[in-house]
């Protein structure tokens, strides 16, 4: 067997641990220690995770906390439209006309659109009438598949979180 070279004196030195402090010393991180140089007052973080009241409301929350929200309740994290998986139908730039456009299709296509809800989304100056949400973009593709074997021109549509997509009328 061979032993391994001993290190350099210079490497050596770079590598030397730095000083320890006491376990129960309070331990500072980047942002703790760039308070202490500037002459911050802002109360570091301490060892167990617990830290200034101004630094926790800038973390982000995890877990419980996260679903829940600030307020507590579970609606309160939910965004007002989040982001989903639909299918296009049709899409016009008068959204007025669409309830005529949504009859005329379950007549044609009842098979398929039977149970089906439509709702409207925006898209510049057009508008798009949709049928979902559904809970995957697979099962959103299942829809458009069995929909186009139908004989109907539809495709999937995702919308973005924040987008607005309303029943129809």
Known sequence: RTEPPAPSPTRSAARAPAERTPASAPSRNAADTAAARSGSNAAPATRNGAAAPAAA???????????EGAGGTAAAARPAHPARFWVQVAAGSNADAFAFDWRRLTRAHADVLRGRTPHVAAAGRRHRL?????????AADEAVA????????????????GEEVVALD
């Open 57 to 67: 409301a800038a973390r982000p929350a995890f877990g419980r906390n996260a679903r």
């Open 146 to 161: 069995k929909m186009r074997a139908a004989g109907m021109d539809v495709l999937r549509f995702d919308s973005a979180a």
């Open 130 to 138: 949709v049928i979902g949400p559904f809970a995957s973009a697979k």
